[in-house]
T-cell receptor
Framework: DTEVTQTPKHLVMGMTNKKSLKCEQH?????MYWYKQKAKKPPELMFV???????INESVPSRFSPECPNSSLLNLHLHALQPEDSALYLC???????????FGSGTQLSVL | AQTVTQSQPEMSVQEAETVTLSCTYD???????LFWYKQPPSRQMILVIR??????QNATENRFSVNFQKAAKSFSLKISDSQLGDTAMYFC?????????????FGAGTRLTVKP
């Protein structure tokens, strides 16, 4: 299994809602990543987890809260988002520091 | 901090011809990796090719090859015998390996259209 699975594929939420994005991999990778991609822009790194511990936080607003409950699962909890947070959220995983990233197909988020 | 520059926002090529996409980067690191990722309309990020900075030999993957010039900090992608399925956004990426994970950053991208 060489897949990174993201759910849901699409999400529409209001500014007062609380929702979560889920990412799962079963490749035994110990590093997992969240990227945000606005339309016609490159992916921007948000968070990196290594061995279930937060390794990189790119000064992301606190309305985005990552969680890594185990080595296969990565969540992104969303609360009080703004319309400008509408984007494609990509999850990725890697075996180690010198290995390529495997990407999921993303969650397209719309904030109304 | 590392920066990645792709100076060609859009390019087009006729089917079966060859096209080269440009990428330059700036870093003070000695150990790093460079990648080209492809993102078709489905928005799935697909790895095209990878280059280790410590290797002088240019990476090749079937119709895809790179011209890696470390001193010039240049990393271009050549696509030979272009196919309609190559139509996509192409991102050049710089990766700095860390302990057990890495820091990967992307250029702005080049939108490639292959015309029949």
């Amino acid at each position: 299994d060489t897949e990174v699975t993201q759910t849901p594929k699409h999400l529409v939420m209001g500014m007062t809602n609380k929702k979560s994005l889920k990412c799962e991999q079963h490749m035994g990778h110990r590093a997992m990543y969240w990227y945000k991609q606005k339309a016609k822009k490159p992916p921007e790194l948000m968070f990196v987890y290594s061995y279930e511990k937060l390794s990189i936080n790119e000064s992301v607003p606190s309305r985005f809260s990552p969680e890594c409950p185990n080595s296969s699962l990565l969540n992104l909890h969303l609360h009080a988002l703004q319309p400008e947070d509408s984007a494609l959220y990509l999850c990725a995983s890697s075996q180690g520091g010198d290995e390529k990233l495997f990407f999921g197909s993303g969650t397209q988020l719309s904030v109304l | 901090a590392q920066t990645v520059t792709q100076s060609q926002p859009e390019m087009s090529v006729q089917e079966a011809e060859t096209v080269t996409l440009s990428c330059t980067y700036d870093t003070s690191e000695n150990n790093y990796y460079l990648f080209w990722y492809k993102q078709p309309p489905s928005r799935q990020m697909i790895l095209v090719i990878r280059q280790e900075a410590y290797k002088q030999q240019n990476a090749t993957e079937n119709r895809f090859s790179v011209n890696f010039q470390k001193a010039a900090k240049s990393f271009s992608l050549k696509i030979s015998d272009s196919q309609l399925g190559d139509t996509a956004m192409y991102f050049c990426a710089f990766m700095k390996p860390l302990y057990n994970n890495n820091d990967m950053r992307f250029g702005a991208g080049t939108r490639l259209t292959v015309k029949p």
